[in-house]
């Protein structure tokens, strides 16, 4: 099973933390879509001997087009890709979208889950983060959807300046009452060249305090267990059988094509990303060709990347598949590396059943609890950096 990704690079205004491309001019949105929809059908043959599980809307903001557009851009994988009867078609949107007639025709059509970017149900972390939607639009979408959608995630941002713990708690406890059977929560970050850095450089919004989000971290995953979720990647919680499958397919090493500006795909053995700049896709797809790079990936490449997502998961890291995949002194590697974590209680080495195969037991390496927040700077250490 393999998913498609389609980057929508429109935003009526840009967040301050945000690094993804975007453009917040519509002028060339109707040339987009035809764009995105030609790049469509262009790669087919890539996937020739896969069949779609998931349809993902990511970008920018999907929820900016017209129910016309999308549908369109679906119907064309479906004109010419293997789909599975009942593949997950998520989209993107944002609060201040979600009048209920919107919500009427997503639902009408086939997307059946929705990722809405709520970030945080205060007035003034919202206005500090310069988000299109105010805290009583969040709310009313929630109250909306929840009435048309069975499969709804949320994003929540903590460790925002000045975000106390009893205010992180109050923006779960808001979340939990919708009955929402997913939350994706993401640690406030400062990267190069957002509006948030200038403002920290300038002294005009302080610097987010990694042990307070830290902190947020561990309140947020005791209080969703508490409530029946399942922490099955660093930043994901899911009620049983809602976890993401498009997050998922990423995580597990699956096959995926990136549709779209900036768009990044993935078939195994190498990955390539098509160019940044909307002006530039368009006129590269009106002319039948992806204007786009791509890197082979090393057995070194490849083991970093699944030692750096398998950390992140409940799966974790399958010590048998690295002997199998990579070789004994990937293995030996790992071993030798790990063995501080693990008398530090940050890794563990478990018996589990395979994710895919689950009447075969193997070994897996993960993460302890108190591991979790640590995880992309432990597998940062077990990385191999010159075997090939």
């Known amino acids: 099973m393999s998913g498609i990704y389609i980057h929508i690079p ?60 999308l549908r369109f851009l679906i119907d064309t994988v479906y004109e010419n890709y293997k789909v599975v009867d009942n593949p997950e078609i998520t989209v993107e949107a944002n609060p201040d979208d979600l009048t209920e007639q919107r919500i009427i025709e997503f639902s009408n059509n086939r997307i059946n889950r929705l990722s809405i970017g709520i970030q945080s149900f205060f007035e003034d972390d919202l206005k500090l983060m310069n988000r299109a939607h105010n805290s009583e639009e969040a709310q009313k979408c929630l109250e909306i959807a929840t009435l048309y959608f069975d499969n709804i995630s949320i994003d929540l941002i903590y460790g925002i ?52 989000a830290q902190e947020h971290f561990h309140l947020l995953v005791d209080t969703l267990e508490e409530n029946g979720f399942i922490h099955y990647e660093l930043s994901n919680f899911g009620k049983e059988a809602y976890f993401s499958k498009n997050n998922s ?18 078939n195994g053995i190498s990955r390539s990303w098509n ?5 530039l ?48 002194k990937h293995l030996d590697y790992l071993n030798q590396q790990a063995a501080k974590y693990i008398e530090e209680q940050l890794l563990e080495i478990v018996t589990s059943s395979d994710f895919e195969y689950q009447n075969r037991i193997e070994k897996v390496l993960r993460t302890t609890k108190s591991g979790k927040f640590l995880s992309d700077g432990i597998a940062s250490d077990l990385f191999l950096l010159n075997l090939d």
């Not at 060249?193 to 200038?198: C, E, M, W």
């Not at 160019?275 to 002006?279: A, L």
């Not at 060709?289 to 490849?302: C, I, V």
């Open 249 to 266: 397919s990423y995580w597990l090493g699956k096959k995926y094509l990136g549709i779209g500006p900036s768009a990044h795909s993935y």
């Open 281 to 328: 896709y368009i006129k590269a797809l009106g002319e039948n060709h992806r204007p786009f790079e791509t890197e082979t990936l090393t057995l070194t490449d490849r083991y970093n990347e699944y030692v750096m997502t398998g950390l992140r998961t409940i799966w974790g890291v399958s010590l048998d598949r690295i002997e199998t995949e990579f070789g004994k």
């Open 161 to 212: 300046p000045g975000m106390t713990n009893e205010k992180w708690l109050q923006n779960i406890a808001k979340a939990l009452s919708y009955n929402i059977p997913h939350i994706s929560s993401y640690a406030l970050t400062v990267e190069p060249k957002t509006a948030l850095h200038s403002f920290i450089q300038k002294g005009i919004i302080v610097q987010p305090d990694d042990e307070a």
């Open 275 to 279: 160019v940044s700049n909307n002006t």
């Open 10 to 69: 429109f935003c009526k205004q840009a967040c301050h933390y945000c690094d993804f491309h975007f453009s917040t001019s519509l002028k060339k949105k109707e040339e987009m879509v035809l764009a995105l929809a030609n790049e469509i059908v262009l790669r087919k043959a890539e996937f020739k001997e896969e069949v779609v599980e998931t349809i993902y809307f990511g970008g920018g903001t999907p929820s900016i087009l017209e129910i016309a557009d």
